[in-house]
């Protein structure tokens, strides 16, 4: 059975100094940054000091209100440059089962004080927060990307392995990615591509043509 769940993602915006050492060990040094939201699977920072894609390397940072010290060996996903102002993408490799705990802890503190509630699954994932419509396509920074990809291959295809690359998410978070574009009506998946076309709902079209104007890097 297929189970398309992702983590959940809530903001932080807190400013961190993020203790970088190479995981060769031959340098140490702060890395200025801004933690703009957190989840079981990486942090979303802002910084003028990016790192380049495929970078591994070991960092700490501290969760707002709390004198909790994360550590983690984690990857640079992706890096984009906005008015600028660098963000990145970093997906933790390794990370205690103490902080874990304090991760989830604060993920649900966050959820709670909007009225919401999750139940943890074993693996430290959680059960998917889905928004409909044109809310669903920009809820997070990887659907905005996606988008983006969207609106350039309308009336084309692309192969299912070269979105992924260009994503640089987890299995898991592809899955879902592609469900809530399907659900849209501006995507299907056949074997191994990926076709885009025009939602047949006008105000949709509107939509996203008034974001991809609005927000185009």
């Known amino acids: 059975m297929q189970n398309d769940r992702k983590y959940i993602r809530v903001e932080i915006d807190s400013i961190s100094n993020i203790k970088r050492q190479a995981v060769s060990r031959q340098f140490e040094n702060e890395l200025k940054a801004k933690v703009l939201n957190i ?63 304090a991760i989830i802890a604060y993920i649900e503190s966050r959820l709670i004080e909007k009225g919401i509630s999750f139940e943890e699954f074993g693996d430290g994932s959680t059960p998917i927060i889905t928004k409909k419509g044109f809310e669903g396509l920009i809820e997070d920074e990887l659907h905005q990307r996606f ?30 990615l592609i469900k809530t574009f399907e659900k849209a009506g501006i995507i299907n998946r056949e074997k191994d591509r990926v076709n885009f076309f025009y939602s047949e709902d006008q105000k949709l079209r509107n939509q996203i043509e008034n974001w991809i104007r609005e927000n185009v890097i």
């Open 39 to 101: 989840s079981m699977g990486g942090i979303y920072i802002e910084t003028n000091q990016p790192l380049p894609e495929g970078t591994l390397f070991e960092f700490e940072f501290k969760l707002p209100d709390s004198n909790k010290i994360v550590k983690s060996k984690g990857i640079v996903t992706w890096v984009t440059k906005k008015n600028n102002q660098s963000s990145m993408g970093i997906k933790f490799i390794k990370v205690s089962t103490n902080d874990k705990k």
């Open 147 to 176: 988008l983006r990809i969207y609106f350039k291959e309308i009336g084309f295809d692309m192969g299912i392995d070269e979105v992924k690359e260009k994503l640089a998410c987890s299995e898991d978070e592809f899955k879902v």
